[in-house]
């Protein structure tokens, strides 16, 4: 069985490539890359909510509800002078309550709830929002997961918990497939001092390989970077470039008009066979 190793730039390019993997009941192995920053919110909450004196599980859930919206800071992306300074004095208060911690005089919701005590803005509404989360764990897991939900906003969007949820159960899933010699999935950084029988290298754009501003000395590293990912294959090598790729994997401007790296035009026509692989759905032109 031939052994396949397929490279890419950075990691956000190896999901489109997975997914497709998945669809057609391919196993591969690739390091897990699953956006886990909402599962991690849950679990910090439900930390801090079963161990009240968790100061950094209270810190994180702190920081949430700011950036959530559900206490009156400004967000940590406000542009007015004026949202700033609000957004720096009420950062300033909160820092101020490790004071006591490093004191040793309690734990930081010991410090919230004695400052909250004489506080009418934002130290007592912080107060009363994790009072709130505290009583919603013992009354049912519904209500704990509605108030998260709600007021510490992991996921924002319905989408993003499905996303989340959905790379979780298609990597285990994955995980379980492991037979015979999978595809591997690597960076091309990952691939020093690895071999397979077919090499396959994507991302083979200008503004991605080489990247886009790199000077002289950065531009002679990225090409001795995909000549070692060149030299990987044993018998078939296959180098792609998109003419169009999503903005979100990319970073580029312009992703809907992409240019062949130049790297490319440096092979000479009589080492290489050029193919136009047309995406998924796209009708044949008639000749």
């Given at each position: ?259 062949p790296s130049r790297f490319l035009a440096a092979i000479s026509s009589d080492d290489k066979e050029q193919r136009y692989h047309p995406p998924p759905g796209e009708r044949k032109k008639p000749r």
């Amino acid at each position: 069985m031939q052994q396949s190793l397929v490279l890419v730039p950075a990691r956000q390019y190896a999901e489109k490539i997975k997914a497709e993997l998945r669809r057609r009941g391919v196993p591969y192995s690739h390091p897990p890359s699953i956006d886990d920053s909402g599962f991690a919110i849950l679990v910090e909450a439900h930390d801090w909510v079963g161990s009240p004196d968790a100061n950094f599980a209270l810190r994180l859930c702190i920081e949430m509800l700011g950036d959530a919206g559900s206490i009156d800071i400004p967000s940590r992306r406000a542009r007015t002078p004026a949202q700033r300074a609000k957004r720096a004095v009420a950062m300033k208060t909160i820092a101020g309550l490790w004071s006591a911690v490093i004191a040793g005089k309690g734990s930081l919701w010991a410090s919230l709830s004695t400052a909250a005590a004489s506080d009418k803005g934002l130290l007592s509404e912080l107060c009363r929002l994790l009072n709130d989360l505290r009583s919603s764990a013992d009354a049912s897991t519904h209500d704990f997961l509605a108030l998260v939900t709600k007021n510490l906003r992991p996921w924002g969007k319905v989408e993003n918990l499905m996303k989340e949820v959905r790379g979780w159960i298609e990597e285990m899933r994955t995980q379980g497939q492991q037979s015979g010699r999978p595809v591997r999935i690597m960076t091309l950084q990952g691939a020093k001092g690895l071999e397979a029988d077919i090499v396959i290298v994507t991302g083979l754009n200008d503004g991605i390989l080489p990247r886009a501003k790199a000077d002289a000395a950065q531009v002679e590293e990225q090409a001795r970077l995909l000549y070692v990912s060149i030299t990987r294959a044993k018998y078939d090598l296959h180098l792609f470039h998109a003419r169009k790729r999503d903005a979100s994997i990319t970073y580029l401007p312009k992703s809907f008009d992409l240019k062949p790296s130049r790297f490319l035009a440096a092979i000479s026509s009589d080492d290489k066979e050029q193919r136009y692989h047309p995406p998924p759905g796209e009708r044949k032109k008639p000749r």
